[in-house]
């Protein structure tokens, strides 16, 4: 079993885990090689779990390891930049959670890396493995519902985020709203070209003190002069609210659902279901699927799905968003193209 | 406008007033001549209410007035046979509420004298004019499901009746369980030919005083070899319960629906919407329907929608599910046909 | 019967029969007393229909009559704000279709009429009446999901009006969009301070002949710092889109249904529903109960629930919509207050 | 690593490879020993496909290894009971697929063998182990709707199976409707003591050539007075449809859904969604689930929740069924209880 693809995971945290879990079980094509996590608690404890015997808390051991195929990065976000840095000087490919990085700077660099090198590089925007919006995508691009025209995308969390992570996150637009923004590009299959967005703090002024937003209002205009409309919120006061509307020349597509067991309770007060809780059960197969994808890709030798060029897209977009906010105006995207001082 | 028919409605209570109302200003080919009712009181405020200036408490007013051409029953059951035997004798159409009568031989008695008299009698089943059933129905007859194989027919009050209505209304299967046995002929289109019943008092003990029950389920056997399944109660716990599943060799039909409020709420518990509470909300525009329906028979002197021999087979099957309660044993409809001694 | 409030209608085209036969039937405190129409032809037949035996092709024969204690407004839209005039120089009290005028200063001159002569005057968003949207404008109001943050509100007609519909409407905002302004002021019980608007023609070319559009992105901020997104199409491409989230701090209420027929086909392709056609079949029972509302204001000589203000405060976010759209900026609604030269 | 349970898996075919994955990846205290099934090819593709290298075509190599803790049984059903009795003698715990046997003189064979060894027995009724099942059973327990009063459970399958299929099943209620009998039984909280069955050949002609049939509706009375009704059909038309309704005196509780993919298409013919396929899709999860409670009672020498009284008492009823088909009347289960010679 010599040509399984050997792969490394780097972060042993909640969605580490689930990927390490995918690489070691779920992948016909590729094989656990070797966990990484700065705890060695954290890192000993699931590689118990997956009966792995090789660990580290050292990422340079999966790097300088040349028996290594591709890592999978789930570490905290300010290391992935870095570590695609790395990945691409020792050559090996690399699956990324999102952002590449906070800012555009970092970004633009480690994809240079990245060209450079010539590896393969995936971002994971698991909802474009979701089989609801799999299935959205591929009938509007068989023209089921016409042209697009408009596109309405709702996010809301169920509950803010802790403080701490509230500290380094980047803020709503690079660190939440990055999924619509990944999200329009695809359904539209056309380029931004300008946002105009609202924002303020509703649910906690705790996002004030970081200089953030918790609640958006985000309007996109695309090049081929359709529309976008976003609308985010840190608290739903309900679940995990994740849907998507699509309108086209020729009827619509809604993605999303809210119920989580298959169950209506029915009595006095009227008919009641419970909602999906958050990203983990409503995206659960999605991220086993972006990751079979990825270690195809790299069997293949092939271009992923979801490039370094759509990540770079959507940290533009933030960007445009925040822009628009400070300055109360609509404001272009060609502002902040690379090679282009914003 | 010498062309309109002249329609005296007899009844003033619940199902009075709304027939009241419909034929005082919904219906375009017809106009209220007089309303009698019992009490004076009742009479006299609907009278006053619809603006019409003729109302009586002696039906003997209505039935002895030449230029009435037709009369609508919304009196008590034990009045129905009687109302419509005096109508044959003068010559006027009846639209009559369900049960013609509470026993076979009263029913037949009446049948026979509309027959005699050539008038013509429609039942009011209003759940045939219903827009989803009479979708179904119109679907089911194109062919669009293939043959029907099973109908699964539910219908549950959302709170039991007062104990004054059980003592008089006949019981559960000729006063509820009717409105299902009309359904299920219409639907299937053919002829029960045996039913098994089993049923109890699990709502509340009063019906067993009345030797009667509240909880009940008939397997039906039509002569085309298919089934239906009707499951009833007399306190759903919930609202008004009216659902009818319809399988086909080529696919289904489900009937009916639960919200009343267009409103879903989104809370930490889940989702929730409201229910329909009960049959006048349930079936507005049905009874509507079925009015502006009779008028437009009576005008076209055609053979209404929902005849007497509709009725009469309602009838029979509630005797039959009777005796198979009784009986513990698959009960023939035959036993109860007309001219038989059962 | 001298204590019911006379109403004349004017108008007898789609609305316009509506509200007569609403007037004639359904109105427990109100007589329909005289119909009016330019065109004898549609006032005779609507007049015969509704067994009515003076109508007239002349509104100064309404206007003129002391007898007449209100008239209804469903002539086209041109007429409204001069009848509106006429109505106040009479002394009698008006509902009015929506809009008052089309422009500003017609709409302040009439609404400074009713003010001098001290009428009641009602505008014709049925929307607040409708069952959905009552019971959320309650609920909100009752503190039930919280402080509203977000409301999203969609709007897309089945297919796009006739050329000379277009010609003379007033263009997307003042003639459709003005529904949901109403409904956004109303939900969110704040007053909008600024709004940015994105439109284009995606639908037909024909808009752009005049100067209008058929597809519109609105987001609105209000006093209270919170927002709105209003998403509309002149061509939905399935039938009639109404559907409004609101999003507050302790969940969120979901107003709309697609469902037209309450039946549900399983077959091999899945599992399908009919969808609600148009405003005419979604608003039914709306546009009685917003009558049945002012016939009680006015017998109880209490300000109707929907005032000329309301009707003032949705044409002037119309303009400001236009100017944003125009200018490509976001713009102040001060810019458009009473007595400000815009 | 010693303490992990050795679990052997007999059968690879469709069910066996499921189970076969799930044993080998997903209980954390379990761990895939060894693979058998009488097909060599069979057998080496899935243990290639899971990278186990131990596999066998004889099933005594699996029963005569001591190192083997527990067995899964996903044979053909002739398999079943003497594997079981084979288990037994080798003080092997065993998982099996339903039925125990198709008679009841095997399953009482099995379970006595079962009894006098002591091992522990789980029969595969995983519907038990569906996330909304399991939630309706908890809330029914918990009162959350009452007491129960009619249980209503239909179960198609999208298509036929096939002849060779039908040949050896064991017939409609012995094959299918026993997860009814199972789930009623459950559900209700009571035992069935009388059932009434009428049957035909609605589908296809092909089950009478097997002295089966293809249509069912089963009313069952249970020991506390209350009914459950079971509709099936080997053909629905349109997919996998699995829903039950359970009604209690304080409300009801629907479990089921159709929706396969989370996307609804709006078109000019109105709202489509697709229906989930068959019980692989459907019960996805719970086929997990079942397999890790086993490991989970053997590890802790407890019971399982389903135990091999629950599939004789399936077993009895099918048994009744088909005495009440045949007999076409009522028919009591003590006839076929344990002990007695029916």
């Not at 000993?44 to 051991?61: G, I, M, Q, V």
């Not at 700077?105 to 990245?114: F, G, I, N, R």
């Amino acid at each position: 079993m010599a040509d399984r693809i050997r792969i490394g995971v780097i972060g042993a945290g909640r969605i580490g885990k689930r990927h390490a879990r995918t690489v070691a079980t779920l992948i016909p094509n590729a094989e656990l090689a070797v966990l990484a996590d700065v705890s060695d608690p954290a890192v000993r404890a699931l590689a118990a779990e997956l009966r792995l015997d090789r660990w580290t808390t050292n990422t340079d051991d999966v790097l300088g390891d040349p028996s290594i195929d591709a890592i999978v990065i789930a570490s905290s976000t300010d290391s992935h930049a870095p570590l695609i840095q790395q990945a691409a000087a020792a050559g090996k490919h690399v699956f990324t959670e999102k952002p590449i990085a906070l800012d555009l700077e970092s970004t633009d660099a480690a994809l240079a890396a990245v060209e450079r090198a010539g590896i393969l590089l995936q971002v994971g925007f698991q909802r474009r493995y979701d089989k609801g919006f799999r299935s959205a995508k591929e009938r509007i691009a068989s023209g089921e519902i016409g042209e697009v025209e408009i596109i309405h995308d709702a996010m809301r969390d169920p509950s803010p985020p802790p403080k701490a992570y509230v500290a380094t996150c980047g803020g709503l637009y690079r660190d939440m709203v990055i999924h619509n923004f990944d999200n329009i590009r695809w359904l539209m299959g056309a380029e931004p070209v300008e946002v105009y967005a609202v924002a303020t703090c509703a649910v906690d002024p705790m996002f004030a003190e970081f200089n953030d937003v918790d609640t958006s209002v985000v309007t996109v205009t695309f090049d081929n002069g359709r529309f976008a409309v976003i609308d985010n919120s840190r608290r739903s006061g309900f679940g995990y609210d994740v849907r998507t509307e699509v309108f086209g020349s020729k009827g619509a597509l809604f993605i999303g659902y809210s119920r989580d067991t298959p169950v209506l309770k029915y009595d006095t007060a009227g008919v009641h279901s419970d909602h999906v809780h958050f990203f983990l059960e409503r995206f659960d197969q999605a991220y086993v699927d972006e990751l079979i994808d990825f270690a195809a890709a790299v069997a293949d030798r092939r271009q992923p799905a979801i490039t370094g060029a759509d990540g770079r897209a959507a940290i533009a977009l933030a960007y445009a968003c925040e822009a628009s906010v400070r300055e109360h105006a609509p404001v272009k995207l060609a502002r902040f193209a690379k090679g282009v001082s914003a």
